[in-house]
């Protein structure tokens, strides 16, 4: 199993941004299909979005639709979740999660993915 690490997390005003990034220290993710989930206080688990490992399928929770955009760059080894007009609503622990040779469906189930990070704290608030 990969070791993940996410980073790039914070406190931010609504309406602002913020970039995560997901990395697995000393290996390659291009053959990996990446996902991002979140969980709030109180709540389950929830797929956000994905990247499938050709980078040819990409999925979005309705939630965060036009509003998150998912990518990789394979020179950095590391894949990105670009998140712009943030609202208090998107306040969550969120959790990058690795799958070789994966796919991207667009339901984003949990249950693909094998390797998980430790996951980074976004705040958004006044």
């Known amino acids: 199993q990969l070791q993940l690490v996410e980073s790039g997390g914070g406190l931010v005003q609504p309406g602002g941004s913020l970039r995560l990034s997901c990395a697995a220290p000393g290996f390659s993710l291009d053959y990996y299909a990446i996902g991002w989930f979140r969980q709030a206080p109180g709540k389950e688990r929830e797929g956000v979005s994905c990247?499938?490992?050709?980078?040819?399928?990409?999925n979005y929770a309705d939630s965060v639709k036009g509003r998150f955009t998912i990518s990789r760059d394979n020179a950095k080894n590391t894949v990105y979740l670009q998140m712009n007009s943030l609202k208090p609503e998107d306040t969550a622990v969120y959790y990058c999660?690795?799958?070789?040779?994966?796919?991207?469906?667009?339901?984003?189930?949990?249950?693909?993915?094998?390797?998980w990070g430790q996951g980074t704290q976004v705040t958004v608030s006044s």
């Open positions: 999660a690795a799958e070789r040779l994966g796919g991207c469906p667009r339901s984003i189930p949990l249950a693909d993915y094998d390797s």
């Open positions: 990247i499938s490992s050709s980078s040819g399928s990409r």
